[in-house]
């Protein structure tokens, strides 16, 4: 997270860079996760967050200042939620399976593209000789990690996360009506309750997202790796 990277060894000026990298990285995710909602839905068949505007790339659109500020405190947060309506829906299991997963899937994809070029940038700065700048190795590393974050944090099964409602499509009925309800109503509860002993343990060196994030982005290294290996 940012406070550990603002208040750890260094310099003045590489912590400066870093702030800025890491807040660019926090806001192309961001952004992309909300366009990915919002443009599925329109494929969907749903226009709603089209006509209010949040159909773009444009981050002032997405922001949300608590999430924003998780992001930095505890290294995962959210945006504001892509207004949706699934009447509109072509066909309504489908859209909502596919509008509620459009943010994981395009955050899984910048974490793809975040290791690879990682790999593919070490690789050439071993073959030619030429020495690339860390701080781009820095900013891809952030990038991954936050992208991994954010799809990690955001398949949680608690509403409003979009992980909810994957979930009810899948266990609503065997959970009931009422149970569905009582869950969306407390979500919000749920979720800060989560934050906060997250926040706890991680004063205690236990993350909980944080190990999920390191092995998920490992595994993307390793298997660009072995890939870039086997090319030679």
Known sequence: MLINLLLGDGDIMSKVIYFFLYLIAIVVSLSFHEWAHAHAAHRMGDDT???????????????????????????FGWAKPVPVNPRNYKNYRKGEFIVSFAGIFTNLIIA??????????????KMSGNTLPDMLFTFLVMLGYLNCGL??????????????HIFTLVFGKLLGAKAVYWLQKNGRYILYGFIALSFILSRMGISIIGGA???????????FSAAANLIG
């Open 49 to 75: 967050a089209l006509n209010m505007g949040r159909m773009t790339l444009n981050p002032m659109a997405h922001i949300d200042p608590v999430g924003f500020l998780m992001l930095i405190i505890v290294g």
């Open 112 to 125: 793809l593209v975040s290791a690879f070029l990682y790999v593919f940038l070490a690789k050439y700065e």
């Open 151 to 164: 799809a990690i944090f955001n398949f949680i099964p608690v509403y409003p996360l979009d992980g909810s």
């Open 213 to 223: 994030v390191e092995w998920l982005f490992g595994l993307f290294i390793k298997l």
